[in-house]
């Protein structure tokens, strides 16, 4: 089987999810940092395998971990290793760390925070109607990253005076690009912000997820500080950088679908459509790492080997032919059914994806209702990865706005 290299620079992601689907369902990949695992790129496969009791978190059944092989300034350690939460245990501590932020993210719960962010994307609306007409402006800084952050900060308890030291230090979390030499500081400073936060609501609690984490660490439920303070580290990465990329996404997808564009304008399509359609054509996260195999398994014709490393490869497998038809690699905003994983499937599946759909619901019919003649300022073809191997996450997206509301300037 021949090793797949994943480009640390991201400069082709679709020629490398096509190369990873030819592979095979599973794939013996590179990591950036020369760290050597296995990924799974089609859709029954990964199914399979993400419910596979075979298949774990516990980062000490990897191999290469046990050998000494993975240094703690690996560029990616931090989501490899990033401390005990509920992404890095299975079965009943899995289950204990999950309820509360789970009963906390319910759809009926979620669908409570519609109003505040209505209010925020509003707010949003309007400082981009007061930028300077006719310029350039990066909508994926002006609006799609203001808008998750400060939603699951409300969420969780964060104060807006920490959110430039959080992009700062997640913008080094996910880069491949981090010099090692930063990569402990870096995971150092992350530890003692986090922990800042959760001090101060335990001295200060409030109406929020991280209050009720505490609480219930100090009613009989055994959240230990590191598990409060990592799950903590966890919702807030999760749940702010999957939906810039998931709006960033849709408005690159319609831009360069004029025909789609014009039928979701006029109602013909409807938002729910273009945003399932996006999460599976052009998925926020295309590498998910990382799960560690307990003894052999067959994927397909191959066999994940006992102790190796397994990732979930999702920009492969959410344009695999076998699950989509011979149309998988093509934008279809009324395709159906569609019955994708972009946020992932069984006990691991990503409890914040109903509120994900719904900021992405309420924002982006926002956005084309208040500027409907909005294009791209560059060519399609101008737009760049960060190198971010995780992350399907652009540099910027420099738009052209139009006149507010479609009218003459």
């Not at 399979?48 to 980062?59: G, M, P």
């Not at 760390?97 to 309007?126: C, D, F, H, P, Y």
């Not at 004029?258 to 109602?267: A, C, D, Y």
């Amino acid at each position: 089987m021949t090793r797949i290299a994943l480009d640390p620079f991201v400069t082709d992601l679709d020629g490398e999810s096509a190369a990873l689907r030819a592979a095979g369902p599973l794939a013996e990949v590179e990591l950036p940092g020369g760290v050597h695992v296995y990924a799974v790129t089609r859709h029954a496969e990964a199914r399979a395998l993400l419910t596979d009791s075979r298949v774990v978190k516990d980062i000490n059944v990897w191999g290469a971990w046990q050998r000494g092989e993975i240094p703690m300034d690996w560029p990616l350690i931090g989501l490899a290793n990033p401390g005990r939460s509920m992404l890095t245990v299975d079965g009943a501590d899995h289950r204990r760390l999950r309820t509360l932020v789970a009963q906390a993210l319910t759809v009926k719960r979620v669908e409570r925070l519609r109003a505040g962010i209505e209010a925020l994307t509003n707010a949003s609306l309007e400082r981009l109607a007061a930028l300077p007409a006719g310029e350039p402006v990066d909508l994926k800084a002006e609006f799609a990253y203001p808008l998750p952050m400060n939603v699951i900060s409300e969420l969780m308890g964060v104060d807006a005076a920490d959110h430039p030291r959080l992009k700062e230090l997640f913008e080094k979390f996910f880069s491949t690009q981090t010099p090692p030499e930063e990569v402990p500081q870096m995971m150092a400073d992350l530890g003692t912000l986090f922990t800042k936060i959760v001090d101060d609501k335990r001295a200060n609690p409030g109406d929020d997820l991280t209050s009720a984490l505490i609480a219930a660490s100090e009613n009989g439920d055994h959240l230990t500080d590191e598990e409060i303070v990592n799950t903590l580290q966890l919702i807030i990465a999760a749940g702010h950088e999957t939906t810039i990329s998931l709006i960033v996404n849709v408005v690159e997808a319609l831009q360069t679908h004029p025909e789609q564009r014009k039928k979701v304008l006029s109602g013909e399509i409807g938002w729910d459509g273009v945003i399932e359609e996006t999460l599976r054509w052009n998925t926020p996260t295309s590498h998910v790492l990382i799960r560690f195999a307990t003894e052999d398994i067959e994927v397909g014709d191959r066999i994940l080997p006992k102790g190796e490393g397994l990732i979930i490869s999702f920009g492969a497998l959410g344009r695999d032919e076998e699950q989509y038809g011979p149309t998988a690699g093509e934008f279809d905003a009324t395709r159906t059914p569609n019955r994708h994983i972009a946020f992932g499937h069984g006990p691991h599946v990503c409890p914040g994806a109903a509120l994900s759909r719904l900021e992405a619901g309420i924002a982006l019919p926002a956005l084309y209702e208040r500027f409907p003649e909005l294009d791209l300022a560059v060519p399609a073809s101008e737009l760049r990865n960060k190198p971010i191997v995780t992350q399907n996450d652009l540099h910027e997206l420099p738009v052209k706005l139009g006149c507010p509301f479609g009218g003459d300037a």
